[in-house]
């Protein structure tokens, strides 16, 4: 019980570091209109399962790592599965973000590990690096996450009120 591993996002979990290290990005203060570059580093096994460069569908959204990281840093829940639709898609700004990111793959890394770097206008380059392999040691925080999770899976279904009963 103690290795669980949680997926917080409604796209593929080989996204999902990427994602996080966005996330920790925006939380340090990157403003996306300020990013003028962004390379995603992931294990070369990312390739063949969530690499699609230019989605246009939302199935093909879940599986884009440049798609996901533009949402994040957008602050976009992505724990939402009705966020990945062709109006997101075609956002001026997720489609932005998307199309400055690039893709690195590495050889050795563990299966889940993703490194985000953005450049910014003034020239600061910042970079977070997550392992969604890894299991959470902060459990408060894991909590908070997995109520966030389960209240934008069941609001639509159940009302606000109902969600948090």
Avoid at 83 to 107: G, M
Wanted: hydrophobic residues 40%; glycine residues 6%.
């Amino acid at each position: 019980m103690r290795e669980n591993l949680f997926k917080y996002h409604a796209a593929c979990y080989g996204t999902h570091s990427a994602i996080e290290a966005a996330l920790a990005l925006a939380r340090r203060g990157v403003q996306p209109q300020e990013v003028e570059r962004i390379v995603i580093r992931a294990e070369k096994v990312a390739d063949s399962t969530c690499n699609i460069a230019d989605p246009r569908t939302p199935a093909q959204a879940k599986f884009s790592l440049r798609l996901a990281t533009a949402m994040a840093l957008l602050g976009l829940d992505t724990g939402d599965q009705d966020l990945y639709s062709v109006d997101t898609i075609a956002r001026a700004d997720v489609q932005r973000l998307r199309a400055l990111a690039q893709v690195e793959f590495v050889d050795g890394w563990s299966t889940f590990d993703s490194e985000v770097v953005v450049t910014l206008r003034d020239g600061r380059e910042l970079r977070e690096r997550f392992d969604t392999g890894v299991p959470c040691a902060d459990l408060r925080w894991q909590g908070e996450r997995l109520a966030a999770k389960f209240a934008t899976l069941t609001r639509p279904l159940l009302g606000e009120a109902g969600s948090r009963a």
